[in-house]
């Protein structure tokens, strides 16, 4: 079971929600896909890690043999090629499709492989945590993500995928395997508006989801609002609780410290579990 | 001497474009015979790279010299594989900044921007 954890913008609390629902498993896989600024391998402090380079395919061109027909500037897409006197690759905007390798009448053109990040497996208790980390200024997190979930593919278990936020591409693979999406949503009218970006992304990959409401206090809440007018399952409500607040920002698993929080997670992990087998 | 300007329409009356690579026009203007032409820059619509084709249009162009408000690091990249020179204009007017350039009073554009990347330019 491949639950993903979403939200429209930064620090509602996917991580919160997806590290305590992990942690509070019997057994389970946590994978981190914000890969730009992974954090919840700070929570666990995983151990036994190993790492795996990720790296992309780039094309190089011999110059001897380019005649400048410039047959793989006009079919590159992304205008990761120009020939000026000689063929100039832009390595950052190159999108790896490897199309110019193909379509080069002389073979001048040939594949390099250029590291992009890693992807980091350790074990915290009875969680296995993958991370994947993009080097920084590097366009695009996607190949990791892939390898990431590629982790998945055998697994029967419960798993958790912490997801970048907003809803660019990034996000739209990061889900794509998932058989449930939570969105972890604020009380606020911005939540609103990031919650409402997940919601039609979520909505046009036909996932079933449902919504965790963060940080609630007394009176009016717009996202819970929103949730009852557009008929989205709320799992769980977590108040705007400054225990709580305090041991997320130490770095600590609320569900392993304090019993009312492992109590919490559990009901929210038991409804989600009965949202998905529904 | 054939010089280079991206523009907001197809006539010598429109307005120099702020945008460089994804300009909608490119102007292309022979200050000897005085002929202009306009081009369709076939780069504004690009999901990315813009800038890297639009260098490329106006390599292919044969021009001497660029005059734009501003250019990128990937259209820079590809203008310093060449002799064209790059002039920073002094207004947005077509004609302005045509007489600057005759009278010697264009200073280089050495202020390169990293470029905006899905942030900004849509």
Same mark, same amino acid.
């Given at each position: 079971?491949?639950?993903?954890?979403?939200?429209?913008?930064?620090?509602?609390?996917?991580?919160?929600?997806?590290?305590?629902?992990?942690?509070?498993?019997?057994?389970?896989?946590?994978?981190?896909?914000?890969?730009?600024?992974?954090?919840?391998?700070?929570?666990?402090?995983?151990?036994?890690?190993?790492?795996?380079?990720?790296?992309?395919?780039?094309?190089?061109?011999?110059?001897?043999?380019?005649?400048?027909?410039?047959?793989?500037?006009?079919?590159?897409?992304?205008?990761?090629?120009?020939?000026?006197?000689?063929?100039?690759?832009?390595?950052?905007?190159?999108?790896?499709?490897?199309?110019?390798?193909?379509?080069?009448?002389?073979?001048?053109?040939?594949?390099?492989?250029?590291?992009?990040?890693?992807?980091?497996?350790?074990?915290?208790?009875?969680?296995?945590?993958?991370?994947?980390?993009?080097?920084?200024?590097?366009?695009?997190?996607?190949?990791?993500?892939?390898?990431?979930?590629?982790?998945?593919?055998?697994?029967?278990?419960?798993?958790?995928?912490?997801?970048?936020?907003?809803?660019?591409?990034?996000?739209?693979?990061?889900?794509?395997?998932?058989?449930?999406?939570?969105?972890?949503?604020?009380?606020?009218?911005?939540?609103?508006?990031?919650?409402?970006?997940?919601?039609?992304?979520?909505?046009?990959?036909?996932?079933?989801?449902?919504?965790?409401?963060?940080?609630?206090?007394?009176?009016?809440?717009?996202?819970?609002?929103?949730?009852?007018?557009?008929?989205?399952?709320?799992?769980?409500?977590?108040?705007?609780?400054?225990?709580?607040?305090?041991?997320?920002?130490?770095?600590?698993?609320?569900?392993?410290?304090?019993?009312?929080?492992?109590?919490?997670?559990?009901?929210?992990?038991?409804?989600?579990?009965?949202?998905?087998?529904? | 001497?054939?010089?280079?300007?991206?523009?907001?329409?197809?006539?010598?009356?429109?307005?120099?474009?702020?945008?460089?690579?994804?300009?909608?026009?490119?102007?292309?203007?022979?200050?000897?015979?005085?002929?202009?032409?306009?081009?369709?820059?076939? =780069? *504004?619509?690009?999901?990315?790279?813009?800038? &890297?084709?639009?260098?490329? /249009? @106006?390599? +292919?162009?044969?021009?001497?010299?660029?005059?734009?408000?501003?250019?990128?690091?990937? =259209? *820079?990249?590809?203008?310093?594989?060449?002799? &064209?020179?790059?002039?920073? /204009? @002094?207004? +947005?007017?077509?004609?302005?900044?045509?007489?600057?350039?005759?009278?010697?009073?264009?200073?280089?554009?050495?202020?390169?921007?990293?470029?905006?990347?899905?942030?900004?330019?849509?």
């Amino acid at each position: 079971m491949k639950i993903a954890v979403l939200s429209g913008k930064g620090g509602t609390g996917k991580t919160l929600v997806s590290v305590n629902l992990a942690a509070v498993a019997k057994e389970s896989i946590y994978i981190d896909c914000d890969v730009e600024e992974p954090n919840g391998h700070l929570y666990f402090k995983p151990e036994d890690i190993e790492s795996e380079e990720i790296s992309i395919k780039i094309p190089f061109v011999d110059e001897t043999l380019c005649h400048g027909c410039r047959k793989c500037t006009d079919f590159c897409r992304f205008n990761a090629l120009a020939y000026i006197n000689k063929l100039i690759v832009f390595d950052e905007v190159c999108h790896s499709c490897g199309g110019c390798v193909l379509i080069c009448p002389e073979k001048a053109l040939a594949e390099k492989e250029k590291i992009i990040g890693e992807v980091q497996s350790g074990v915290s208790e009875k969680v296995t945590v993958i991370t994947g980390i993009l080097n920084t200024g590097e366009a695009s997190g996607i190949p990791i993500i892939k390898k990431l979930l590629s982790h998945l593919a055998e697994n029967k278990g419960l798993s958790f995928i912490d997801c970048p936020p907003g809803s660019a591409c990034i996000v739209m693979e990061s889900i794509k395997d998932a058989d449930y999406c939570i969105f972890v949503a604020e009380p606020t009218l911005f939540g609103v508006h990031n919650l409402n970006m997940v919601y039609e992304l979520v909505t046009l990959f036909d996932k079933p989801h449902g919504v965790v409401l963060n940080k609630c206090l007394e009176g009016e809440n717009p996202a819970e609002k929103f949730c009852l007018e557009k008929g989205i399952k709320i799992l769980g409500k977590i108040p705007f609780d400054n225990e709580l607040g305090t041991l997320n920002s130490n770095a600590l698993i609320a569900v392993r410290e304090e019993i009312k929080y492992r109590d919490m997670f559990s009901s929210l992990l038991q409804m989600v579990t009965e949202e998905v087998q529904a | 001497m054939k010089i280079a300007m991206p523009v907001d329409d197809k006539s010598m009356e429109t307005t120099v474009c702020q945008s460089f690579g994804r300009t909608p026009y490119f102007l292309i203007y022979d200050t000897e015979s005085k002929e202009s032409v306009f081009l369709d820059n076939s =780069a *504004a619509a690009s999901q990315g790279g813009a800038g &890297i084709k639009a260098a490329q /249009t @106006i390599v +292919d162009n044969k021009v001497s010299a660029l005059l734009t408000p501003r250019c990128g690091e990937n =259209a *820079a990249e590809v203008m310093k594989a060449t002799h &064209i020179q790059m002039y920073k /204009t @002094i207004n +947005d007017s077509i004609k302005d900044n045509i007489e600057a350039l005759n009278a010697g009073n264009l200073s280089l554009l050495d202020e390169i921007h990293a470029g905006f990347h899905n942030h900004g330019e849509k």
